[in-house]
C-alpha cells in the first residue's frame, strides 16, 4: 500500500499570502496518478486537481498542482478567505488500494 | 449535473449490519466507475473500496481491512449503488460518501461527491 504523508499539518497565513502544501509518497507513483481535494467544514470535499496538475472545472487558477514520482505540491498562490479548509491528497494508481493523505488544515492569520 | 443521494445511515449496535444506498442523477450509472470514501469524526478521509462498470469487467476492489465485511454493489437499472456492511464495529462510525470515478485508462479519479451519509456504531 502507498503511503501518502503531507505536510504541514497546519498552515496559518494572511489573506494574499502563497500557500504551499506537500504530499510525499512511499514510493514512486506512475502517470503522476495524484489528486488533491478540499474540504470546508461541513461539506464534503470536492475536487481540486487531478494528474498532479491538471486543475478540476470551475476551480480558480489560484490553485495549481506539481510533482512528480513521490513529491507533490499544491500551491495556492493568493490565499483568499474562503479557502479556508483542509486538503487532501490522493494516489489512484492502477491497482488499489488507494489512499489518502492525512490532509493539511489552512487557516487564515 | 451529476447528482449522488446517500441514504440509509444511522444507529446500529456493534456486530449489526447496515446497507447504504446512493441514488444518482444526471448521469447513467451503468456507464460510470463509483467509489466509497469514508470519514470518521473529527478524522481524514479514508478509502473503502470502487466498483467498476460491468463493460468494464464489474471488478470489486476494497480496501484491506475491511474486505470480508463490506460489500459494493450496483443496481444499474436502478441507478443506486450499494454499500452492504456486516459485523460492524465502534470504529466504523463515520460519514460514508458515495463519489464517482472520472474513468482515464485503467483508472480515475474521484471527480463527484455526495453529501455523505452518517453511520454511528455503539451499543
Known amino acids: 500500500e502507498i503511503v501518502l504523508t503531507q505536510s504541514p499539518g497546519t498552515l496559518s497565513l494572511s489573506p494574499g499570502e502563497r500557500a504551499t502544501l506537500s504530499c510525499r509518497a512511499s514510493q514512486s507513483i506512475s502517470t503522476s496518478y495524484i489528486a488533491w481535494y478540499q474540504q470546508k467544514p461541513g461539506q464534503a470535499p470536492r475536487l481540486l486537481v487531478y494528474?498532479?496538475?491538471n486543475r478540476a472545472t470551475g476551480i480558480p487558477d489560484r490553485f495549481s498542482g506539481s510533482g512528480s514520482a513521490t513529491d507533490f505540491i499544491l500551491t495556492i498562490s493568493r490565499l483568499e478567505p474562503e479557502d479556508i479548509a483542509v486538503y487532501y491528497c490522493?494516489?489512484?494508481?492502477?491497482?488499489?488500494?488507494?489512499?489518502f493523505g492525512q490532509g493539511t488544515k489552512v487557516e487564515i492569520k | 449535473e451529476v447528482q449522488l443521494a446517500e441514504s440509509g445511515g444511522g444507529l446500529v449496535r456493534p456486530g449489526g449490519s447496515l446497507r447504504l444506498s446512493c441514488t444518482a442523477s444526471a448521469f447513467t450509472l451503468s456507464n460510470a466507475w463509483m467509489s466509497w470514501v469514508r470519514q470518521a469524526p473529527g478524522k481524514g478521509l479514508e478509502w473503502v473500496g470502487r466498483?467498476?462498470?460491468?463493460?468494464?469487467?464489474?471488478?470489486?476492489d476494497y480496501a484491506a481491512p475491511l474486505k470480508g465485511r463490506f460489500t459494493i454493489a450496483r443496481d444499474d437499472s436502478k441507478n443506486i449503488l450499494y454499500l452492504q456492511m456486516n459485523s460492524l464495529k465502534t470504529e466504523d462510525t463515520a460519514v460514508y460518501y458515495c463519489?464517482?470515478?472520472?474513468?482515464?485508462?485503467?483508472?480515475?479519479?474521484?471527480?463527484?461527491w455526495g453529501q455523505g451519509t452518517l453511520v454511528t456504531v455503539s451499543s
Open positions: 463519489t464517482m470515478i472520472h474513468y482515464e485508462i485503467l483508472t480515475g479519479y474521484l471527480v463527484s
Open positions: 494528474g498532479a496538475s
Open positions: 466498483i467498476k462498470s460491468k463493460s468494464d469487467g464489474g471488478t470489486i
Open positions: 490522493q494516489q489512484y494508481g492502477n491497482s488499489p488500494p488507494w489512499t
